[in-house]
Nanobody, 113 residues
């Protein structure tokens, strides 16, 4: 199992970023996927999750209405579209398969003016 995140970077408050997580080594369409984040000095927290078909999603209250999780099973990729970014969204963002302890290496998102 391999999960590789990309798309992080630095952005001003109010800006947008789209994270991608490319999956390999398993049948992607069979598994729900999720995004977590960890800010300095804080515990890792669930940001969003999506079912295997993409028909169901769930979000942390702190990102509802601003972030959108989606997936493309033909491309074995899960996305996190982040809009209206705030400084408190600054963190390392990780992709995780919902079954089993499989994580990506993380991608840094920094929101600062």
């Amino acid at each position: 199992v391999q999960l590789v995140e990309s798309g992080g970077g630095s952005v001003q408050p109010g800006g947008s970023l789209r994270l991608s997580c490319a999956a390999s080594g398993f049948t992607f369409s069979h598994y729900g996927m999720s995004w977590y984040r960890q800010a300095p000095g804080k515990e890792r927290e669930l940001v969003a999750a999506i079912t295997s078909s993409g028909g169901g999603t769930n979000y942390a209250n702190s990102v509802k209405g601003r972030f959108t999780i989606s997936r493309n099973n033909a491309r074995n990729t899960v996305y996190l579209q982040m809009n209206s970014l705030k400084p408190e969204d600054t963190a390392v963002y990780y992709c995780r398969r919902l079954v089993g302890d499989y994580w990506g290496q993380g991608t840094q998102v920094t929101v600062s003016s």
